[in-house]
């Protein structure tokens, strides 16, 4: 259904690692950290072992602590919930907005309390989020806004690089991701201190890097100033980074363009909604969701066992965290949510997908219609 664009270049790339000696963390994560965070406009990067990784720093450097709350969407992969209970914190689940499917100024509002800390505001899909509303209702108060960009790499916001005006922003380079490097992830922040900090925590809390003591001419010897953990990204990994980062217009315009005619096609059938660009921005399309109106004539988990049968590899669409076990406990009053995770599903998007491979797809849908 989603297939990353990997080729001879992302071979090569590795291949090279693998002959210099050095594939820890080293000098192409060095490489990675600061091409990405100039492609999306921000000050610093941070390489991760994951997106889930780098949003738990991301609480970290935003002072988060236990007995403190956390707002996010339920509307999203599990990890972004998971992370504030990493960082010993509670969830508080907020709505989002029908069209994008995003959490709004409005939303969070609604799930605010004294002991809100910070939010974290996922880029859902690829649809950037319209984070200056979101700020204009936190960043008064002295809440954090951490935006959740894993799906987000190539996005557009208000004519800028989506996350470029985060104040801590996290990453994926998963395979379902864009821009893949296996798996992996970067933390993007304007300031040097909170990346210095976030570099030192990411790689146990030591004070000096293993390239920075292999490099220098005199011995180093490291302390440990602070507990931290293991959430490095490999030379590896980062040497593939590049090269994906070279690739990434070209994979945008060829899903915008597939995007465009699923939208075209599934026009034909009535009631569908699809995943569309915002008014204040522009999506990469990292997954093309559709929603089934309420009177469809089959229901959401129906329809993808009659794609299952005619070989169409489609998905449910985007979860939601509070009707999950992990989140039994938690209370959550979110109607727009519900109806997103029941009613939607993700259709095939990929680099090499064809016009006939399209037309399957919505020919499959149109019939139970």
């Known amino acids: 259904m989603i297939k990353p664009v990997l080729g001879e270049e992302e071979a090569a790339a590795a291949a090279e690692v693998v002959r210099s000696g050095w594939v820890a963390q080293g000098p192409r994560v060095a490489e990675f950290e600061s091409a990405f965070a100039a492609r999306v406009a921000a000050g610093h990067g941070v390489a991760t072992s994951s997106c889930t990784t780098a949003l738990h720093l991301a609480l970290l450097l935003a002072g988060v602590r236990p007995g403190d709350e956390v707002v996010v969407p339920s509307l999203s992969f599990i990890a972004t919930a998971n992370v504030v209970r990493h960082a010993g ?22 799930a605010l309390t004294g002991r809100t800390r910070a939010v974290i505001a996922v880029d859902q899909a690829g649809v950037p989020v319209d984070l200056d509303g979101v700020r204009a209702l936190c960043d008064p108060r002295g809440i954090t806004v951490i935006e959740d960009a894993a799906c987000a790499a190539g996005s557009v916001y208000r004519d800028r ?6 104040e801590l922003a ?3 380079f998963h395979p379902r991701k864009l821009l893949t490097t296996g798996e992996g992830g970067m933390l993007t922040l304007p300031d040097a201190e909170r990346a210095r900090r976030a570099r030192r925590l990411r790689e146990h809390g030591m004070s000096a890097s293993a390239a920075e003591r292999h490099a220098g001419a005199q011995v180093v010897i490291e302390s440990y100033d602070e507990t931290g953990f293991n959430y490095r990204m490999t030379d590896l990994q980062a040497a593939v980074g590049l090269v994906q980062l ?16 699923y939208q075209r096609l599934l026009a034909e059938i009535p009631g569908i909604a699809c995943v569309r660009d915002p008014a204040h921005g522009r999506t990469n399309y990292q997954s093309f969701w559709i929603l089934l109106p309420d009177d469809f004539p089959v229901g959401r988990d129906d329809l993808l066992r009659r794609m299952l049968a005619a070989g169409v590899s489609a998905r449910r669409g985007i979860m939601a965290a509070h009707r999950e076990p992990a989140y039994a406990g938690v209370r959550a009053d979110l109607p727009v949510t519900d109806r997103f995770t029941t009613r939607s599903l993700i259709l095939p998007l990929f680099h090499e997908m064809t016009a006939e491979q399209q037309d399957r797809v919505v020919e499959t849908i149109a019939s139970a219609s």
């Open 161 to 166: 690089p989506a996350g470029a005006g985060a």
């Open 89 to 110: 914190a509670e969830v508080v689940f907020a709505d989002v907005d029908p069209v994008t499917g995003n959490v709004t100024g409005k939303t969070v509002e609604a």
């Open 246 to 261: 070279a690739r990434l217009d070209a994979i945008i315009g060829r899903r915008r363009a597939l995007a465009a005619r």
């Open 170 to 172: 996290a990453w994926s």
